[in-house]
């Protein structure tokens, strides 16, 4: 899962709640569907979305959007209405795993990832087309149409310029910071670190007390449900904005680890309590 495919469903809902239920509703299909031979009727969908408190309504309103952004597509299964992921959004979402639940962090050895790219002013929409897809890889900008990242996300970087149709704009090099100014207040110049230290505080500030509740005593199913898929659709954006800098250049004490740990703990427990729960619905769904 990734935030590739949440930037597709940002305009479900004009603002408020119904501004989440995209990225819930993706959540919910990259965890599930995918192995219920990448279909879940549309019953299943709406009872387990009732479990997070959403209306049915809001959610056939949602699903209904990311069918037409091409997220998802209808199918039929045995007479049964219902969602697949997209072709193209199930190679997002398996790129996205990796990020999200194998979480790699850069050494300074590791050395550096820099896109250039130039486009014409015919082709503006390249242009923009090619920031979002930076941005959403985690890189910073070091200068006007030079952007920078870690030299560990060359092969997904490479993989998703590809996959977008960019190449013709981009040349990619790789190589160390070799000489001239502190790198660690580079970094601060190309990446908004206190941005990035006040998600990681908020993210910890709200499910802290869910890993000691859980902690404490565990979850039933249905609770692991109600709390896992929203903290993974809150958590799984994060590792995009942070793309994995090295510690040395970081701030003294980063949140991120800290929040990468409660994130890795409460994917620990809540994961297959959560899973039992769903699968129990759908299959009683359908």
């Known amino acids: ?111 550096w990832l820099v896109v250039v790219f130039s486009v014409p002013e015919s082709e503006r929409d390249k242009r923009h087309a090619l920031r979002a897809a930076l941005t959403r890889l985690g890189f910073g900008t070091a200068a006007p149409g030079v952007w920078v990242a870690p030299g560990i996300l060359a092969d997904e970087t490479r993989r998703t310029l590809q996959r977008l149709g960019l190449t013709p704009y981009v040349d990619i090099f790789t190589g160390d910071h070799f000489a001239f100014g502190d790198l660690s207040a580079k970094v601060r110049e190309w990446w908004d670190l206190d941005e990035l230290t006040a998600l990681y505080a908020d993210f910890l500030a709200r499910y802290r007390p869910l890993g000691e509740h859980v902690a404490a005593g565990g979850l039933a199913p249905q609770e692991a449900f109600g709390s896992y898929l929203p903290m993974l659709t809150e958590w799984r954006r994060l590792p995009y904005r942070d793309p994995g800098l090295p510690l040395s250049l970081l701030p003294a004490g980063w949140n991120g680890e800290s929040a990468g740990a409660l994130f890795e703990e409460l994917d620990r427990t809540l994961r297959e309590p959560a899973h039992a729960h769903a699968q129990a619905v759908i299959h009683q769904a359908d």
């Open 1 to 111: 899962m990734t935030a590739e495919v949440e930037s597709s469903s940002s305009a479900v809902g004009a603002g408020g709640r119904d501004s989440r239920l995209g990225p819930l509703i993706i959540t919910l299909f990259g965890l599930y569907a995918r192995g219920e031979h990448n279909w879940l009727s549309v019953a299943s969908v709406i009872r387990l979305m009732a479990d997070l408190g959403v209306e049915g309504q809001a959610v056939r309103s949602a699903v209904s959007r990311l069918k037409r952004r091409g997220v998802l597509r209808g199918e039929r299964h045995e007479g049964a209405a219902g969602y697949a992921v997209a072709d193209g959004t199930l190679e997002v979402l398996a790129e996205g795993d990796i990020r999200i639940f194998e979480r790699h962090r850069a050494e300074a050895g590791d050395g």
